[in-house]
């Protein structure tokens, strides 16, 4: 129930192409979802996150979309670059709080070929 | 600095040793959580600290693995007996929380990779 599905497990884009990355979750009491980008030898950051009472979050090439109704989100990069190459996990948080309050989907290798 | 603090960054240990690992948060972060990562696997949660609360600790994958966190800050992950199967990066976080929920945002260390030979 508090599971996020994330799928790709990996990905090749070339330069210039648009990378997209779906997760989908069952539990409606998810109120938050971020994404976060985990560059080799690093910890993960946050990259964009949205709220479900909106469709869509850009910020520069970096957009979600998300269907509330679906209960699916996703993460596209556009003119995805070589520096873009990293691990991108979805995450969800869970309006009941505690522990388990932020959920993580088990990440995509995104690889930008130049 | 500003960010996570962690150490070792790098730990190799002989099977059977015990090992600490430490994690430094933010100031004024209530909230602290401990990760596992396996080469190029996802995140594994292990142990969440919320303020003055009994920590959640469902994450421990065996009763050789215990943490603690002092005065509401600095937090030390010992792994005892350490096994093969413990090789990974281990990755504290932490966060703001808002009327005791995470605000969404966690903040993680660099990471401490621990090779148990």
């Known amino acids: 129930q508090q599971q996020v599905k994330q799928s790709p497990q990996s990905l090749i884009v070339q330069k210039g192409g648009i990378s997209i990355i779906n997760c989908a979750y069952e539990?409606?009491?998810?109120?938050?979802f971020p994404w976060y980008q985990q560059f080799p030898g690093k910890g993960p950051a946050l990259l964009i996150a949205i709220r479900p009472d909106v469709s869509e979050k850009k910020e520069g090439r970096f957009t979600i979309s998300f269907n509330k109704s679906a209960k699916q989100f996703s993460l596209h990069i556009m003119d995805s670059q070589p520096g873009d190459s990293a691990t991108y996990f979805c995450a969800a948080r869970y309006s009941g709080g505690g522990a388990d309050g932020l959920t993580f989907g088990k990440g995509t290798h995104l690889i930008i070929q130049p | 600095g500003a960010g996570v603090s962690q150490s070792p960054s790098n730990k190799v240990t002989e099977k059977g040793k015990d090992v600490e690992l430490r994690c430094d948060p933010i100031?004024?972060?209530?909230?602290l959580y401990w990760y596992r990562q396996s080469l190029g696997q996802g995140l594994e949660f292990l142990i969440y600290f919320q303020g003055n609360s009994a920590p959640d600790k469902s994450g421990l994958p065996s009763d050789r693995f215990s943490a603690e966190r002092t005065g509401g800050s600095v937090s030390t992950l010992t792994i005892q007996r350490t096994q093969q199967e413990d090789s990974a990066v281990y990755l504290c976080a932490s966060s703001r929380t808002s009327g005791g929920r995470v605000t969404g945002e966690l903040f993680f260390g660099e990471g401490s990779r621990l090779t148990v030979l």
């Open positions: 100031s004024g972060h209530t909230a």
């Open positions: 539990n409606t009491a998810f109120d938050y």
